[in-house]
């Protein structure tokens, strides 16, 4: 199974965008008014012939902000470095996790407590299929 690119749509939504930021502390007197429009696409995705979306499943990666049901903006264009979240498939199973480097060797690790990090090695199939550079979720 591989992954499909989201190819450029020619309409592709634009909505407004205000110059004034919304408060989420004191409440600021600064005008608000339109400043702009904002496509997400061009906020979202850097990569559009080699981005492609997911759904995450499970709780391993919510220290990284990624809970159940989250869509993940993955991007094939990047290459992986130490610290980068990836979607990667490992032994025929699609997974989500932090890439980190020990020693010289590369590391799977989850963000939450009692999940014991994939260590690589010559017995396992790692396929890295891009690396996720944004989370969308709703909040509940």
Known sequence: MKPVP?????????????QSPAA?????????YLQDTLSLDQLLIRHPAATFFV???????????IFDDDILIID???????GDVILALWDG????????YRRGR???HSEQ?????IRLNDEGRLD??????EVIHRLR
């Open 55 to 65: 759904r995450a499943k499970g709780n391993s990666m919510e220290g990284a902000g």
């Open 93 to 100: 199973e699609l997974i989500v996790k932090r890439l980190v």
């Open 76 to 82: 094939r264009a990047l290459n992986p470095v130490d």
């Open 24 to 32: 989420c502390g004191f409440t600021s007197p600064a005008a608000d």
């Open 106 to 108: 590369p590391e799977l």
């Open 128 to 133: 890295v299929w891009g690396v996720v550079t």
């Open 6 to 18: 989201i190819l450029p749509q020619p309409n592709a939504a634009v909505v407004p965008f205000y």
């Open 113 to 117: 407590v009692g999940y014991a990090p």
